[in-house]
C-alpha cells in the first residue's frame, strides 16, 4: 500500500470508528487509551504554565544559555505541580501542562499556580541572574499561568509509536490562551475555577490575593478572569 492509500484509509478509520469513550477519575497515561478509538471523559482542572519571550531569547542568548533557562524553568514547574497532585501530560516547547481531578482540583491548580510564581521569583530568576550577569541586558524572565476547569475528552493522536494524549475541550483550550497573557499578574484562571477556590487558594492572612482581571473572548466567547500576582512557597 502506498502513502496515498495508506493515509486515505487512516483518515477514513478515524472518522468513520465510533469512539470507546469511560469516564476517568484518574487522569490517563498513553497507554491506558486504546490508540484506534478509545476515549477518556474527564471533569478535570487544567493548568498551562508558559515561559514568556523565549522566542527572543533563542534569538539573543547562547544556545547553551536558552536551553539551560528553559529546562531550569520546566523542572521547577514539574516538581511544583506534581506537589499539588497535578499530572504533567505535555511539554510544548517552554511549556508544561498538568491536569487536576478530584474535589480540590481548583484549589490545587490555584496552590500550583503560586508555587510556580513562588519558583520562579524566588529560585529560578535569581539563580539565572547570578549565573549569568549580563542577561537583563538582553532577555528579561517572565512567565504565565492559566488555569480553566471543565469537562474534557483525553484521546491518542499519532499512529503507532508516535503519538501522544490530546486533551479535547474548552477548559484544555482556555487555560493554553489564558498562560499566553502578558503582565503585571502571572496567574489567570477562569471565575469558575475562581470561585471553587478553598481558603487556603483564595486569601492569605484575611487579604484577598485575586483581583477581578475583566473579560477574555476565546474562540468567540467570552470568559471573566481572576488575576494574581502573589506567590507561594510549596
Not at 531569547?57 to 547562547?62: S, Y
Not at 484544555?172 to 475555577?193: C, D, F, H
Not at 478553598?198 to 475583566?214: H, S
Amino acid at each position: 500500500m502506498g502513502v496515498v492509500d495508506d493515509v486515505t484509509a487512516a483518515v477514513r478509520d478515524v472518522v468513520e470508528t465510533p469512539f470507546s469513550t469511560r469516564v476517568g477519575i484518574v487522569v490517563p497515561e498513553s497507554q491506558d487509551v486504546a490508540l484506534q478509538n478509545g476515549a477518556v471523559q474527564v471533569d478535570a482542572t487544567y493548568l498551562y504554565a508558559d515561559l514568556a519571550d523565549s522566542s527572543k531569547a533563542a534569538q539573543v542568548l547562547k544556545q547553551e544559555v536558552t536551553a539551560k533557562i528553559i529546562r531550569a524553568y520546566l523542572n521547577a514547574a514539574t516538581r511544583v505541580l506534581r506537589h499539588y497532585n497535578g499530572a504533567i501530560r505535555s511539554f510544548d516547547g517552554d511549556r508544561v501542562m498538568a491536569v487536576f481531578l478530584g474535589t480540590m482540583k481548583n484549589t490545587n491548580a490555584a496552590r500550583a499556580a503560586l508555587g510556580i510564581n513562588w519558583a520562579v521569583e524566588k529560585v529560578v530568576r535569581p539563580k539565572i541572574n547570578t549565573q549569568w550577569t549580563d542577561l537583563k541586558d538582553y532577555w528579561a524572565l517572565n512567565h504565565g499561568v492559566g488555569i480553566a476547569t471543565g469537562n474534557a475528552l483525553m484521546v491518542r493522536g499519532g499512529v503507532r509509536n508516535n503519538n501522544d494524549l490530546v486533551s479535547i475541550g474548552e477548559a484544555p483550550n482556555v487555560a493554553a490562551k489564558l498562560s499566553e497573557l502578558r503582565g503585571t499578574p502571572s496567574t489567570y484562571v477562569t471565575y469558575a475555577v475562581h470561585g471553587a477556590l478553598e481558603p487556603v487558594a483564595r486569601e492569605f492572612n484575611g487579604q484577598n490575593m485575586w483581583i477581578d482581571y475583566g473579560t477574555q473572548t476565546i474562540g468567540g466567547k467570552v470568559f471573566k478572569v481572576a488575576a494574581s500576582t502573589w506567590w507561594s512557597s510549596p
